[in-house]
């Protein structure tokens, strides 16, 4: 007997405190996009204005509000999260495709996010200096922002908003979140939970839109006092562009990697597959950290690519329900549709694919995950971004060699190096020009408690995550006191 799928759920916008209603859009499954997920509100620009406007009434209020206060409603949010995570995983998988235990693991991560931060506010807030003057003290105190637009991307559609939202409010502002419109359910569930914290109404607000609807009141508005955007480089540019040109908002961008996995001749052989399969394929490439350029010394070069090339083939693509599933379906019809043109590309610019490079049409969504070998790193295959399930080898003779190969992009956000040298990982530690940088371990992965980011195309602005958060959603202000 066919199991019938849970009712679909209704998601409306948020804002002042209450449920905004507006033209309904369907969100589809990936892995089967016939099954309805869930149906969302769409925004416009005057429910948008309204949200920023609700965001402005409360933050003042919020900011003044006590911190056990804070605390305890961040504690909530994060206490229910994880009080949730089958039902909110299996959500997430049915609506972005995401393999199941992924998806219990990012929700695990955005409940365990808010509860950091609420313990974040106990650490100090500020700092105390002599003063060079007499009869005088200087010191340091933090002000919030004020009113924070949040733009997040359909890959991770929990941990991202969690990771921007939860410090925004824990350090005082209000918020005004936009997630991508793939993943409205569970940005609905998430303010679903907020609206049941005892938050004040108005200090958090969600609208459901597009980029060039909701996201240009965002950047438009004056009633925004800062941006934090996670996504594609060319839209991070038009932020950057937008805030600056309308009341030079602070901005905050994270944005895409074309990350080097570096394998050296010493490695140890199954550590490098493990890794170079992880960062370049699980999640379905859908990771701005993911490894797409493995760069292998000679001398492991063969032997590498026939162990990665043959764990490649083997890994088993399917509904990401279904535990014995490895990599999920891509997330919708014009991400497979990219990464198609991605194949393409390699295979005419002359690399050799040695497992994957073909997709037909009956299999829907799932891709095959592609591995090239022969490639140079002046290829399209090797400089742009795909967020998909394909990397290519690029063969390299020494280790310096390699680390400039490594570094010859304009992204620099993760960057890893397979070694037993303990020299050698020290020595790319230092010349690596990265924001994160791993040795022996893949290029994808974050800790919560610990700075996101990087250099070049992939970022600008103050790193997120952990007690770094706080450079962005909190102002220093300089006090004298004389007496």
């Not at 204005?49 to 994060?78: F, K, T, Y």
Request: hydrophobic share 40%; with cysteine.
């Amino acid at each position: 007997m066919t199991e019938e799928p849970p009712p679909v759920p209704h998601y409306l916008n948020f804002v002042g405190g209450r449920w905004v209603d507006g033209e309904r859009r369907q969100n589809t499954n990936p892995a089967r996009p016939g099954e309805v997920v869930g149906e969302y509100a769409l925004a416009d620009r005057a429910v948008v204005q309204e949200a920023i406007d609700a965001a402005g009434h409360a933050q003042s209020g919020w900011a003044s509000a006590p911190v056990g206060q804070r605390m305890e409603i961040l504690d909530r949010i994060g206490t229910t999260i994880l009080g949730r995570v089958e039902e909110l995983a299996v959500l997430l998988s049915r609506e972005e495709g995401k393999l199941l235990g992924e998806a219990r693991a990012e929700v695990t991560r955005a409940g365990q996010t808010f509860r950091y931060y609420a313990h974040q506010l106990l650490q100090p807030q500020g700092e105390l200096y002599s003063s060079t003057r007499e009869r005088a003290y200087a010191e340091v105190r933090r002000r919030p922002l004020g009113v924070v637009g949040v733009i997040t991307p359909w890959n991770y559609p929990w941990a991202i908003p969690a990771w921007k939202v939860a410090p925004a409010l824990a350090y005082g502002n209000a918020v005004v979140l936009k997630p991508a419109e793939l993943v409205t359910a569970s940005a609905g569930e998430l303010a679903r939970i907020i609206a049941g914290s005892g938050l004040p109404p108005g200090v958090f607000n969600l609208v459901f839109g597009s980029g060039r609807v909701v996201g240009e009141e965002l950047l438009t508005s004056g009633g925004i006092d800062g941006i934090s955007f996670t996504g594609g480089t060319a839209t991070g540019r038009h932020v950057a562009q937008q805030c600056i040109a309308y009341g030079n908002k602070r901005f905050q961008l994270e944005m895409g990697g074309k990350n080097p996995l570096v394998v050296l001749d010493d490695a140890d052989l199954e550590v490098a597959v493990r890794c170079a399969l992880d960062g370049g394929f699980f999640s379905t490439g859908q990771r701005c950290t993911a490894s797409s350029r493995l760069i292998v010394q000679t001398g492991i070069h063969d032997r590498f690519v026939d162990a990665l090339a043959e764990a490649t083939r083997a890994l088993r693509v399917g509904d990401p329900l279904d535990e014995r599933s490895q990599l999920g379906p891509v997330a919708s019809a014009d991400q497979l549709a990219q990464n198609i043109e991605y194949v393409e590309i390699g295979h005419r610019e002359g690399a050799t694919a040695v497992a994957g490079g073909r997709h037909t049409a009956d299999e829907g969504q799932f891709m095959r995950p592609t591995l090239f070998v022969g490639a140079s790193n002046d290829m399209r295959l090797a400089r742009e971004e795909i967020f998909g399930p394909v990397s290519c080898v690029i063969r390299v003779g020494d280790f310096d060699e390699a680390v400039a190969v490594a570094n010859d992009t304009t992204f620099g956000l993760s960057s890893g190096i397979i070694t037993t040298s303990l020299s050698a990982a020290e020595r790319f530690k230092r010349l690596s020009r990265s924001g994160i940088v791993t040795v022996n371990l893949p290029t994808a992965g974050t800790e919560l408690h610990l700075p996101f980011g990087g250099t070049g195309a992939s970022n600008h602005g103050p790193r997120e995550q952990g007690a770094y958060a706080r450079d962005f959603y909190s102002v220093p202000v300089t006090c004298y006191t004389g007496w």
